[in-house]
């Protein structure tokens, strides 16, 4: 998984398009869009989602998804890994994601503060501008979605929570 993580912060740093800057507001928003596709591989129905689901698939940690709040245009939902240690259990990247269902986008508006893993830790540090935090807060989402996705993790709108085997129904 630190291997992973590792191309992850390296990707963060490319061009989501070449017609917008990178540090540019057209380019968060073409990575919130792509953040909102990317959620939609793991989730079949992501209006309909409620409640809290466990997904587990071979050789990668359980992911943990949890519905915040709804309201009419937004859902908010927390997503992250649970870690034993010294025995207790931490929440790690704990990403709060907002959900705009009519713009089809998806922010992470927030992720733990602490990380476990020190390659994680440089998504927080060398951001001196709003926009640069957003930006590398929202590829960090983008490029672990992608990994929760290539590894089979799914999620079903259903009401009642369970654990997945990560299998498409």
Known sequence: MLCY?????????IAIGQSAKPSSF???????ESN????NWLIQEPTRFTGEQQSSVPGDCTLHLRLLERTRHTSTMLMTYMFE??????ADPDMTIRVYHDARLAEA????RVHRHEIL????????REVSRR???NSMLNK??????????????IESAGILDGSPS
């Open 135 to 137: 930006r590398a807060r």
């Open 5 to 13: 993580i590792a191309c992850m912060v390296r990707d963060s740093h």
């Open 109 to 112: 508006m927030a992720c733990s």
């Open 85 to 90: 240690e010294s025995g207790r259990w931490i």
């Open 26 to 32: 057209a380019a968060l928003m073409s990575l919130y």
């Open 121 to 128: 830790r440089q998504f927080a540090t060398g951001c001196d």
């Open 144 to 157: 672990w979605l992608e990994y929760c996705a290539e590894t089979g993790h799914r999620f079903v709108a």
């Open 36 to 39: 909102f596709i990317r959620l």
